[in-house]
């Protein structure tokens, strides 16, 4: 049975088997290419693309310009191990964008 | 500072109008921009809850199929793992928040997990998928609340933007633009009293 046409996932190869196990979709990628294969994906017709929150800084600038887009969503999820937790930051970044003070922190 | 405009009466009349309605989208824009503001404070208590539900997990999940691959030929979890008897399917559609167009994601879990032999892999696989099987749907509302916090995080600014425009620049400058012309006019008709009073005088004598 091929993955779902609506969720894609995309990051390194550790990342993406286990959810092509549960049926997603799965585009493999590492820090060098993932730029190209997130402008790809941009332009599919998944609904929601899930990155690895590593590739984060490497794709700030091109999610800021997307950002008035609906679909697909792009949302970072956790890589494997502990790593910087970019997909907490970038929530905590777009909470100061909006409000100016880190209320996620304060809540905390 | 002063718009460059003639003081004319014709003038005053458009500038009073103009100063009426940027009054009112100043009002406008400050009501959205608090409800803006309210929404945005009842999705971060949501998307922190959810992030931890499903940020936890996840990362279990990750370890636990790394440790599957360790422990059997990481060639047979990758054969087993390649034909999915899963599937999530997504009706995803928009709605609008105050004009913005944010999205919406119902995801519907189908089949099951399980579409590989027991023999040639671990069970630690069984418990990886299990996990991550329980955390989609989640992942699919949490894709919908952060979506939804980006997009009204950028109207918000750019609401933001607009309001402080118009107060400290377009209702300021109308404002002195109308009280200099209405100065002007004044100032024009006392001088063409005075130049009558002066005619008058002349005729009379």
Known sequence: MPGSSEICILGHKELAEPFRAVGLSSVLADKTDALAKATELAGSEYKIVFYAEDFYPILHDFLLRRAGGVFPTFVPIPSIGEGERYAMQRVRELIRKAIGVDVYLEAK | MRLAVNATRMELLKLRRRLAIAARGHKLLKDKLEELMRNVYSLVDEIRQMREEVEEPLRRAFARYALASAQRDPRATEIATSLPAARLVIEAGTRRILNVKAPTFKPKLTGRIRSY?????????????????????????????????????????????????????????????????????????????????????????
């Not at chain 2, 600014?157 to 633009?177: D, F, G, M, S």
């Open chain 2, 117 to 205: 032999g027991f023999l040639e892999t671990s069970g630690e696989l069984d418990l990886a998928l299990k996990a991550l099987y329980s955390v989609l749907e989640k992942m699919v509302l949490l894709a919908e609340k952060e979506k939804t916090l980006e997009l009204l995080a950028s109207e918000i600014e750019r609401t933001r933007r607009r309001v402080n425009a118009l107060e400290y620049v377009v209702i300021p400058n109308t404002e002195e633009t109308i009280s200099f012309i209405k100065l002007k006019l004044s100032e024009m008709e006392r001088g063409n009293l005075t130049r009558l009073m002066r005619i008058k005088e002349i005729i009379r004598g």
